[in-house]
Nanobody, 129 residues
Framework: QLQLVESGGGLVQPGGSLRLSCAAS????????IHWFRQAPGKERERVSC????????KYADSVKGRFTISRDNAKNTVYLQMNSLKPEDTAVYYC??????????????????????WGQGTQVTVSA
């Protein structure tokens, strides 16, 4: 059974850092791009970042560009989201996701939300003094 599991969330002060992990089980991440989303209470799910299967392509939402860095370690079957200079507006549940369609699963592109087949359960990030 294909599963994505996020971890690393928590409470951090403004200006602090967290590193989120997205671990895959039941399949190898080697062939899949991984996408990070976030959703704050009362708001729509927002794209944050993605990384292609080989790691050569990354994308970031304007709201996190320069502060967040996505990376992957295929040997550990894990993708990371390093979040620095955190702001209260970064508070949200963070999800990783991927698509299963063979033609697109390896590509780091901001697909329509309906294209994503596999989602993790989410990890809460709270930025507060």
């Amino acid at each position: 059974q294909l599963q994505l599991v996020e971890s690393g969330g928590g409470l951090v002060q403004p200006g602090g850092s967290l590193r989120l992990s997205c671990a895959a089980s039941g399949f190898t991440l080697d062939y899949y791009a991984i996408h990070w989303f976030r959703q704050a209470p009362g708001k729509e799910r927002e794209r944050v970042s993605c990384i292609s299967s080989g790691g050569s392509t990354t994308k970031y939402a304007d709201s996190v560009k320069g502060r967040f860095t996505i990376s992957r370690d295929n040997a550990k079957n894990t993708v990371y989201l390093q979040m620095n200079s955190l702001k209260p507006e970064d508070t949200a549940v963070y999800y990783c996701a991927t698509v299963s369609r063979l033609a697109t699963r390896s590509l780091c592109m901001f697909w329509a939300t309906t294209e994503y087949d596999f989602w993790g359960q989410g990890t809460q990030v709270t930025v507060s003094a």
